[in-house]
């Protein structure tokens, strides 16, 4: 069945360190991939999204996410944290062969420490 | 561009009562979601139409239930609200090529109370 994993619930860093919030997936065929990011009592909105291409993709806000298909990951990751990174993250994959399904992952929580 | 509007923003209702909420996408997009959102359960897809048909559907009762219009404004509606149907409702809008869908771009949500 097609899945989308999130391993961390939560996610601690300290600010100026380096960030990465995990997401594997489980899909047929070739995923279309999103990240998501929610703050604090704001809307979600879109952050990155892997098609085709370069492996490594860059986002809003400094962001950029790796897709790696032999481990069927594409993780979101950033040089160096700001508080103001903290927020909500989903993960989420568009299943092409499954009536082109958005399938989301259960959201990671990062939380950036001064 | 303005961006995918929802109304009402807040709402207030009681258990047995029926609801319905708007959703207005970003001007050419044609594919539209909803989910429900709540702090237990996190990002719950509801169903997704495209082209006035519903492509997707989630794992909810036949409460809830929704429709696509031919500008593309969809709406929701809930049937019988029980307490757990307090949430809040998100719409997304994303463009499509040739019925794909890219990213979506998502409104502020309406806040249900059931009370």
């Known amino acids: 069945a097609q899945s989308v994993a999130q391993p961390e619930d939560q996610v601690n860093v300290a600010e100026g360190n380096p960030l990465t919030v995990k997401c594997t997936y489980s899909?047929?065929?070739?995923?279309?991939l999103f990240w998501y990011v929610q703050y604090p009592n704001r809307g979600l909105q879109f952050l990155l999204k892997?098609?085709?291409?370069d492996n490594l993709v860059k986002g809003s806000y400094g962001f950029e996410a790796e897709f790696n298909k032999s481990q069927t990951s594409f993780h979101l990751k950033k040089p160096s944290a700001l508080v103001s990174d903290s927020a909500l993250y989903f993960c989420?994959?568009?299943?092409?062969?499954?009536?082109?399904?958005?399938?989301w992952g259960a959201g990671t929580k990062l939380i950036i420490k001064p | 561009k303005a961006g995918v509007t929802q109304t009402p923003r807040y709402l207030i209702k009681t258990r047995g009562q029926q609801v319905t909420l708007s959703c207005s996408p970003i001007?050419?997009?044609?594919?539209v979601s909803w989910y429900q959102q709540t702090p237990g359960q996190g990002l719950q897809f509801l169903f997704e139409?495209?082209?006035?048909?519903?492509?997707n559907k989630g794992n909810f009762p036949g409460r809830f239930s929704g429709r696509q219009f031919s500008n593309s404004r969809s709406e929701m509606n809930v049937s019988t609200l029980e307490l757990g149907d307090s949430a809040l409702y998100l719409c997304?809008?994303?463009?499509?090529?040739?019925?794909?869908?890219?990213?979506?771009?998502f409104g502020p949500g309406t806040r249900l109370t059931v009370t």
């Open positions: 997304a809008s994303s463009k499509t090529d040739r019925g794909l869908s890219y990213e979506q771009y």
């Open positions: 001007s050419g997009h044609r594919s």
């Open positions: 139409y495209f082209s006035e048909t519903q492509r």
């Open positions: 899909v047929s065929g070739n995923p279309y």
């Open positions: 892997y098609i085709t291409g």
């Open positions: 989420a994959v568009r299943d092409m062969r499954s009536n082109y399904q958005l399938i």
